[in-house]
């Protein structure tokens, strides 16, 4: 034993097991010491924090306002999600159909369990629109319906370049596809001041703080009690919802809920 | 104590190989009921188009009946496609699919009034989408399949794997010459 202990060190060896370790760590750590530059249109890249995105500018600040209210409200009342993303152009090695389900995933539009998600792309510069459906809604918005969609009311209405009026028409006709029942809020999809943008910031963050200051003494307490931190942990941060909105978001905010695709709806262009 | 040295060394060799085969077992289980998975949804998109099939050569025939070559190619290969069997046979029998439908459309090119109808425009599209999703899912299945494969060649699950007589999965490939189909396009 201690003779092998011995013939190693003889051999210069004391410090070759940590550099070695060293160099494994270093390696392990490469990607994310360097992480892979982004591309500006990886799906990953874009921040899906609103019902509507807008990157090529064809809507008004308004106009954008109003449509992701219509869509948040339908999201509340009928928890179907459907989006709307705007880009100047599609990204190179890709096809439209490919980038839009990359899109839609990212998103994460839809429900978990339901996956009833839907995702309008429009590539202004292409001039090519396509409706991604999310596997829960294939059955009441069939491809055939998707594509007249495209055919029938946002083509001719972007061929007039009336975007804003082409895109809330479709959305109208898509969600009473999917819900008869649905009325938009007064207005016809008119936005009401939304409620979150009114909320005052202070005491909200007051508020927040507080709960989590608690939380943390009452897990320590809990902790020291040696009971397990899981079964009693405060009620805010166990229940988190897998869709829907949080507690303070406000309504014009747009979580994904994890929704699935499978590359159904339809493609066009105008 | 140093009586059982042995005897503990070898129990926990033991314990070690039991664990490492149940492990790798189960993960070869889960990786090919995921392959199980996606080919069922390529079946359901390959049955899906045959079944599309019926309905859009009827509505060419309304408009094209004199066409009748495409027609029984299509046919053919429709009865082909439901007749085939395993991976392999499917890949070519859905490529034979897919040049044939290729050139129904591409007469139909020739037919304005066809081009116009509304039942026509509904069904291509229900066709592109069908197509659209038939190809997610062969993405889907080969990423499986890839997984799949990895794993059961590297080592040590490689021994696992070579015990219970696992092989390497295939993967949904189109040929190159198939790949050149007219694509559905609008």
């Known amino acids: 034993m201690k003779r092998l202990f011995v013939k190693k060190n003889l051999a210069g060896s004391s410090l070759f097991l940590p550099v070695l370790f060293i160099l494994f760590l270093f390696f392990l750590l490469l990607p994310a010491i360097f992480p892979p530059p982004a591309c500006a249109q990886d799906p990953a890249a874009l921040r899906f924090d609103d019902y509507v995105l807008d990157q090529a500018g064809l809507l008004r600040v308004e106009e954008k306002r109003e449509l992701a209210s219509l869509l948040a409200d339908f999201d509340q ?101 999917v819900d008869p029942s649905y009325a938009p809020a007064a207005g016809g999809g008119g936005f009401p001041e939304s409620d979150g943008q009114n909320l005052p910031f202070l005491p909200v963050l007051i508020l927040v703080l507080f709960v989590v200051f608690f939380s943390l003494l009452d897990q320590r307490r809990l902790y020291r009690r040696g009971y397990s931190q899981t079964t009693f942990g405060p009620v805010v941060f166990r229940h988190r919802p897998s869709g829907g909105f949080g507690g303070f978001r406000s309504s014009g905010g747009f979580r994904g809920g994890g929704g699935g695709f499978r590359g159904g709806g339809a493609s066009g262009g105008w | 104590m140093q009586k059982y040295k042995g005897l503990f060394i070898v129990l926990g060799i033991v314990f070690f190989l039991v664990f490492g085969y149940v492990y790798y077992y189960n993960s070869f289980i889960t990786l090919e009921e995921e392959i199980n998975g996606k080919w069922a949804e390529i079946e359901n998109n390959l049955q899906r188009r045959a079944d599309l099939i019926p309905n859009l050569v009827a509505t060419v025939k309304g408009y094209a009946s004199h066409e009748e070559a495409i027609f029984t190619e299509i046919a053919q290969a429709r009865s082909r496609l439901l007749g085939a ?30 081009k116009a109808d509304q039942r026509f425009a509904a069904l291509q599209d229900e066709l592109a989408g069908t197509e659209n999703r038939l190809s997610v899912a062969r993405l889907r299945y080969n990423e499986a399949v890839k997984a799949y494969n990895a794993r059961i060649r590297r080592l040590p699950a490689r021994i696992v794997a070579g015990m219970m007589g696992l092989e390497a999965k295939e993967y949904f490939q189109i040929e190159e010459a198939a790949r050149e189909v007219p694509k559905v396009e609008f």
């Open chain 1, 77 to 177: 009342k009928t928890t179907n999600q459907f989006l709307v993303v705007i880009l100047p152009s599609l990204p190179p090695a890709t096809s439209l159909e490919l980038y839009s389900l990359e899109l839609a995933e990212a998103a994460k539009a839809g429900r978990a369990g339901k996956d009833n998600g839907l995702l309008l792309l429009i590539l202004r510069d292409d001039r090519k629109i396509r409706i991604e459906i999310g596997t829960g809604l294939e059955e009441k918005i069939t491809d055939g319906r998707a594509g007249r969609v495209i055919r029938e009311i946002l083509a001719p209405a972007f061929q007039r370049d009336e975007y804003y009026p082409g895109i809330k028409a479709a959305m109208l006709n898509l969600m009473n596809r």
């Open chain 2, 85 to 114: 069997q395993g991976v392999a046979d499917k890949v070519q029998a859905s490529a034979a699919m897919e040049s044939a439908l290729g050139r129904l459309l591409a007469i139909a090119e020739a037919y304005p009034e066809l």
